[in-house]
């Protein structure tokens, strides 16, 4: 039985056979190898986002892990903009994620929470990183060959090829935060999954918050938050 916060942090978390760590501890390792032996890389999120900004994360977002390095960031950034904080410019100093305080709507793993949202989150990410249109019929086959080597189980590899065979749902994904913070997790998620460097990855991304009724200086500081704590 696919279990969905497990589906989530092995996202982002998946260790890399013989790089000796997780993605975000081995991002620049794992690009190599993943150009020296691309059926080698052993984690959801390099099989599908390559060099994205997810495997990226750095300091404090890194520390709090994969489910709680999103609320924390969602939350940072949300707490920041509730408080009325100038947003951080490009350059500027780290900023400190702050863990999602526990039990809140912003904690992602609580049991309070609805245990289905974190497969909403996987699939913003796998929309977001499907968002330029590169994931054709070949590359798509790529991916489930390199999923069948990427240690995870056979249940998260059938929701992901899954996921990859049918169009993309964008009112499912809406439809899946019911609260303010699970609508700033969602843009957060999908965020992390790309750098928007196309018209059509940047176009998502402002239809998304659109979508999602997220204010212009919140998704702001959503960007600069995650900006700041990637490398």
């Not at 589906?7 to 390792?29: C, H, K, M, Y």
């Not at 999120?45 to 609320?71: I, N, P, Q, Y």
Request: hydrophobic share 40%.
């Amino acid at each position: 039985m696919l279990d969905p916060k497990k589906l989530l942090n092995d996202f982002l978390g998946s260790r890399i056979p013989g790089a000796g760590g997780t993605v975000r501890e081995r991002a620049g390792q794992a690009g190599q190898m993943a150009k020296d032996n691309p059926l080698a890389t052993g984690a959801i999120a390099a099989v599908l986002l390559g060099t994205g900004v997810g495997r990226e994360l750095t300091g404090s977002a890194v520390k709090l892990g994969a489910a709680a390095a999103v609320g924390g960031l969602a939350y940072t950034a949300w707490k920041n903009y509730k408080e009325g904080r100038a947003v951080e410019q490009a350059g500027s100093a780290e900023p400190e994620v702050l863990p999602p305080p526990q039990g809140s709507e912003f904690d992602i793993e609580a049991d309070s929470q609805d245990g289905e949202f974190p497969l909403a989150l996987v699939r913003a990410m796998i929309a977001a990183a499907r968002a330029d249109g590169h994931i054709d019929d070949e590359e798509r086959a790529r991916i489930i060959d390199k999923l069948a080597v990427s240690g995870i189980d056979d249940d998260e590899q059938s929701f992901v090829r899954a996921e990859l065979a049918r169009p993309v749902d964008l009112d499912s994904i809406v439809g899946a935060a019911r609260t303010e913070a699970q609508r700033v997790e969602l843009y957060t998620a999908s965020r992390l999954a790309i750098e928007p460097r196309t018209r059509a990855e940047r176009g998502y991304l402002d239809m998304l918050a659109g979508r999602l009724q997220l204010p212009d200086p919140l998704v702001d500081h959503i960007e600069a938050t995650i900006a700041g704590a990637t490398a």
